[in-house]
């Protein structure tokens, strides 16, 4: 836990560092790792990731670290932050809100982007050259959407069941309502994935970006993921895409440890 300069409140994070960040070649040093910083979905905090997917064991093998932060503010006391499990605590979306009385805290863009990565490279040894980024469903969405709207700060990417298209699903239009504004939808797709993706002018990662979706996943037949409208504009530029869609999985963590090794050796 640190006291944040960008939220204002003290936040969490998790770390995983593997044997190679702590002991060096033949016990000589201790050099800095790659490390994959994973977001987490809607009402998950700084622990899920770490408790339920399963990704140590190999993390240990590949040499990688892995980092969880927390999925929005806590402790603000903002009117109605805790009243919707999709919108406030627990739901941040990785964007920075301009909207009252939002505006004030809810800043994991540039809590994530400004404070926390250049955090771990100072106190940690995690090599700030080689970092990879991957999440799940609102995670997915800030994964895909800070990778884009941070060049050169994101080596790899990957998503499971990304919400791909915000502004075009329900979860996206209530989050952005409320901390963009209901006004100018043009600061709405600066935060959609499928947009920015198609503004590229050419493939911004040209190793390829890794998704898996479930088929089964109630949220992808509810419309608030919408998949084919990122793999369109990966088309539309030229990015290539793997987007494998895994036939009976739905939107939990069994269907992410599954796929949890391919993502890690994506990475």
């Not at 919400?163 to 952005?176: D, E, L, Y």
């Not at 190793?207 to 409208?229: C, H, M, N, T, V």
Request: hydrophobic share 40%; glycine share 12%.
């Amino acid at each position: 836990q640190h006291a944040s300069r960008e939220i204002g409140l003290p936040m969490k994070f998790s770390v995983y560092l593997p044997p190679q960040a702590l002991h060096g070649a033949h016990g000589t040093s201790t050099p800095k790792v790659p490390a994959l910083v994973y977001l987490a979905g809607l009402t998950c905090n700084e622990e899920t990731f770490m408790t339920k997917a399963g990704a140590q064991r190999l993390a240990a093998e590949l040499g990688l670290a892995l980092v969880a932060p927390d999925t929005s503010p806590r402790g603000a006391g903002v009117p109605g932050e805790s009243e919707a499990w999709d919108f406030g605590v627990g739901a941040g979306f990785y964007l920075d809100a301009t909207e009252a009385p939002w505006e004030a805290h809810w800043r994991m863009e540039s809590y994530l982007t400004r404070e926390l990565l250049p955090l771990l490279g100072q106190k940690l040894p995690i090599d700030l050259e080689r970092i990879g980024l991957f999440g799940h469903s609102m995670g997915g969405h800030g994964a895909l959407t800070l990778a884009l709207r941070h060049p050169g700060m994101f080596k790899s990417l990957s998503a499971f069941a990304p919400i791909a298209a915000p502004t075009q699903c329900p979860w996206g239009q209530k989050a952005f309502s409320g901390y963009l504004g209901s006004g100018d939808k043009a600061e709405w797709r600066k935060h959609d994935a499928s947009v920015l993706m198609a503004s590229q002018s050419e493939a911004p990662y040209p190793g390829g970006i890794l998704i898996d979706q479930g088929l089964a996943d109630k949220f992808l037949l509810d419309g608030q993921l919408l998949p084919e409208a990122f793999e369109a504009a990966c088309a539309k530029v030229g990015q290539p895409l793997t987007l494998r869609r895994q036939p009976g999985y739905d939107h939990g963590y069994y269907f992410i440890q599954t796929f949890m090794a391919d993502h890690l050796a994506h990475h």
